[in-house]
């Protein structure tokens, strides 16, 4: 009976073993869990911060960008609009000298044309006294 007892005692120490260990791994699971949720929640937060600290620098550089833009599109229309002037005012000066030159040209033209008609007119009058001088009896 000793013996009997021992088996016995030794069976139910057997498996109290496995019962101890499983609430053993029970609290570890539980732990792990615990560990896990506060991470995911500073995980959480950092993501909030991050998220804040990504829309600050985005609406920065959003202004930033439109003030560049801004000042672009004034700079190139002074620019333009220096240019246009620019360009108005060689027109100007280039159809005044094309004015002059044409009307000192037109000058020449017509003293040249009246110069070789006052030639001719006296080139035909020269012909027509040496035609007079020919019909003359002689």
Do not use: W, Y
Not at 53 to 80: I, R
Request: aromatic share 2%; hydrophobic share 40%.
């Amino acid at each position: 009976m000793k013996f009997r007892l021992k088996v016995i005692l030794a069976a139910v120490l057997f498996s109290a073993v496995p019962i101890a260990l499983a609430q053993d791994a029970a609290t570890d699971v539980k732990k792990g869990a615990e560990d896990t949720g506060a991470a995911t929640k500073k995980a959480a937060k950092a993501t909030e911060k991050g998220a804040d600290k990504t829309g600050v620098a985005a609406e920065k550089g959003a202004k930033a960008t439109g003030n560049a833009t801004k000042k672009a599109a004034t700079t190139v229309g002074k620019g333009t609009e220096k240019a246009a002037d620019t360009t108005g005012h060689a027109t100007k000066v280039a159809a005044k000298d094309t004015a002059k030159g044409t009307e000192k040209v037109a000058k020449k033209t017509g003293s040249a044309v009246k110069t070789g008609a006052e030639d001719t007119g006296h080139e035909m009058k020269k012909a027509g006294e040496k035609t007079g001088d020919a019909m003359k009896p002689q």
